[in-house]
């Protein structure tokens, strides 16, 4: 076995660990915090398949931004409310379908495997270049998407409150 | 680059933000400008797009932005809608929701999500625009005042959007990963030299795609979101979720299986088959046991998603043009019956089926165009629902889907029945309180419009079935 397919499985287990982590915990905080754990195993996948550009990212905006808010969140709204989660009485359903997904996908996977390429790594220049040129409309349309997030969002939020 | 091409929707985005800025300027008592400055936004759009972008087959971008008749009979088309949906919106925002800004604002964002999709020919851009409309309808969707049943809306449709974006998602990076492109024709040109059997690891792409489109369109078994949604959205936002959101979705299926999927045919047909023959029963059978008209009205535009399904099954040029054209005949015919309903609540504040009991001597008007819109989803001749469905099956018949149009003429009876069970309420039952219905001049002009659109469409098709049958020869020539 060679070393990256080493590190592709301790970065897998980290992932999944966190990721089993976040639905079995009990505190939210910890779920949180296991949610940033999985988040980083990603970035390590990225590195590892040689996308630097989309690890640093993954650090900075799910690592750093992202677990940031949902803390805020957790701390802002009554925490004594959510300490006792109780699971969803579908929950056996829930695995079943869940494992029945993933023994699809490996067995898909297994007998499509694509074959073998080795990857090169693509520079910030490169990235960025095609990323204003060729592929500006999902680029601005995103830029879009978040707008009507965020105006969405106020709109949600405001309902409650006066005018 | 001619950047011009792109004009309609540059065009669109600015009207959005002008409707949004407007806003800020606006008194309170002013506020009856911003659907004027919408629809006013949308109309020039359309003329723009009609007069820059007729009979033009090029792309933009390297193929990810399509400009030809389909993706241009689309644009307009949603063009329509949004016109049609802004002025069935007007007495309905200005009596029970607050801030209109933003409610037209975001309208307008969708529509241009709308055509984003139908003239994607790419996965991702074609994933990105379907965000952009479904976080729009999110936020529409959430727009109700308070009360258990808005929020409820809101809440189950981001979360099932959420995980239906989720599903689409992967099995477009499933299919990126197989094939190595996410560009409608590379993926037909992979597909094509990969030959039968198709790669397993490609078809569960496929199918996490189609579940993926299945539940935005409310596909049977991934329909259970729709009628909560329905009935708890604000009922403009209801029609815009029936008609709008759906034609965008066929617009995107029309497009990505015929120009990316062809050749992986004999797989997905069963797949679909199968899908839209659970979709019509299941839907018109608990049609029947609703009591609420949104709710009714909500398992009977997913029967027709059955149709419509069924259509795609069939897939050829006919077939193509008889989706087109029962999307732009039930998008109408739908937009009227949810009118009918928004002008009643207004007037009411009720939309149990019950309450249409004497409707027909409260206000003639409106009983008499709700008719004709059930009749018309019902598929009786002279109205539009009639035409586009005999298009549409006939099509489905030629393709070799014989039991399957069966199973859909059983279900359109089974629909006629439901639907003249509200007419029943509205003509023959009498009223608890026989005060006349209060429908403003306005609405009564917007109603009149729709009928006359469902009457024409059912009558004289002609001039439409031209301009669908430019637009499908632009995606399977």
């Known amino acids: 076995m060679s070393l990256s397919l080493v590190v592709f499985y301790l970065l897998g287990a980290v992932c999944l660990g966190g990721a089993v982590g976040v639905v079995v915990s009990r505190n939210v905080v910890h779920s949180a915090l296991l949610l940033l754990v999985s988040l980083m195993g990603v970035a390590g996948l990225y590195l590892l398949l040689l996308a630097e550009f989309l690890a640093l990212v993954q650090v900075l905006i799910y690592g750093g931004a992202i677990t940031i808010i949902v803390l805020f969140v957790i701390m802002l709204t009554r925490v004594q409310e959510f300490r006792a989660m109780k699971d969803n009485p579908q929950w056996p359903l829930a695995v079943v379908a869940a494992l029945a997904m993933f023994v699809l996908l490996a067995a898909a996977m297994i007998k499509g495997a694509p074959s073998e390429t080795t990857r090169q790594s693509v520079s910030f220049e490169e990235l960025g270049s095609s990323l204003f040129t060729q592929w500006a409309v999902p680029f601005e349309v995103a830029s879009l998407v978040l707008l009507v997030a965020l105006i969405g969002a106020i709109v949600i939020a405001r309902e409650g409150g006066e005018e | 680059m001619n ?6 929707e540059f065009t669109l985005t600015a009207v959005a933000f002008a409707v949004l800025g407007v806003d800020l300027f606006l008194p309170r008592d002013k506020k009856g400008y911003l659907p004027a400055l919408s629809v006013v936004g949308l109309i020039g759009v359309f003329v723009l797009s009609l007069r820059y972008l007729w009979g033009r087959d090029t792309d933009l971008y390297d193929g990810l932005f399509l400009i030809d008749n389909f993706s241009l009979f689309f644009k307009a088309f949603f063009l329509v809608l949004g016109v049609m949906v802004v002025l069935s919106s007007v007495d309905y925002v200005k009596k029970h929701l ?3 800004g933003e409610y037209y604002g975001i309208l307008i964002f969708s529509i241009l999500a709308m055509m984003l999709m139908a003239a994607s020919g790419e996965l991702l851009t074609a994933y990105i625009s379907l965000e952009l409309l479904s976080f729009s309808l999110y936020v529409l969707v959430s727009y109700g005042r308070h009360g258990l049943k808005p929020s409820e809306a809101g809440v189950k449709y981001i979360l099932l959007g959420a995980f239906a974006s989720a599903l689409l998602l992967y099995g477009i990076s499933q299919v990126y990963g197989m094939l190595g492109t996410t560009r409608f024709d590379e993926i037909h040109a992979a ?3 990969e030959g039968t059997p198709l790669n397993p690891a490609v078809l569960v792409g ?14 049977v078994p991934f329909h259970m979101w729709a009628p909560d949604v329905y009935e ?4 403009p936002v209801t029609a815009y979720l029936a008609v709008g959101s759906k034609a965008a979705a066929f617009a995107l299926i029309l497009r990505l299986f015929s120009q990316a999927f062809m050749p992986a045919f004999d797989d997905w047909q069963i797949i679909l088959v199968i899908l839209a023959a659970l979709t019509m029963t299941v839907g018109n059978l608990v049609a029947m ?3 609420n008209i949104k709710r009714m009205l909500a398992y ?3 029967g027709q998603v059955g149709y419509l399904l069924m259509g795609v099954a069939a897939l050829s040029p006919l077939a193509s043009n008889g989706v087109i054209l029962h999307l732009v005949g039930y998008g109408g015919t739908n937009l009227l019956a949810f009118m009918c309903v928004i002008v009643f609540y207004n007037a009411t504040n009720k939309e149990e089926i019950a309450d249409f009991a004497g409707l027909a001597d409260r206000s003639p008007f409106v009983a008499m165009a709700m008719s004709a819109a059930l009749l018309s989803l019902a598929g009786l001749p002279f109205f539009a629902g009639f035409t ?8 489905a018949a030629d393709g070799g889907l014989l039991w399957l149009v069966g199973l859909a003429i059983t279900n359109s009876l089974i629909s006629l029945y439901y639907y003249m069970m509200v007419m029943k309420q509205m003509y023959m039952v009498p009223a608890d309180d026989n005060t006349p219905l209060n429908v403003s001049m306005f609405s009564c002009g917007v109603l009149g419009m729709l009928l006359a659109g469902v009457i024409i469409i059912g009558v004289y098709p002609g001039p439409l079935v031209n301009a669908i049958q430019a637009a499908t020869k632009a995606i399977l020539p």
């Open chain 2, 3 to 8: 950047y011009l091409l792109f004009a309609p």
């Open chain 2, 98 to 100: 607050s801030r209109p």
């Open chain 2, 191 to 193: 597909l094509l030299l």
């Open chain 2, 206 to 219: 496929l199918v996490l795609i189609i579940a993926g489109l299945g539940f935005k369109v409310a596909v």
């Open chain 2, 232 to 235: 708890g959205a604000p009922t």
């Open chain 2, 289 to 291: 046991a609703q009591q």
């Open chain 2, 300 to 302: 009977s535009s997913i």
């Open chain 2, 388 to 395: 586009t469905k005999f298009y549409l099956f006939t099509a």
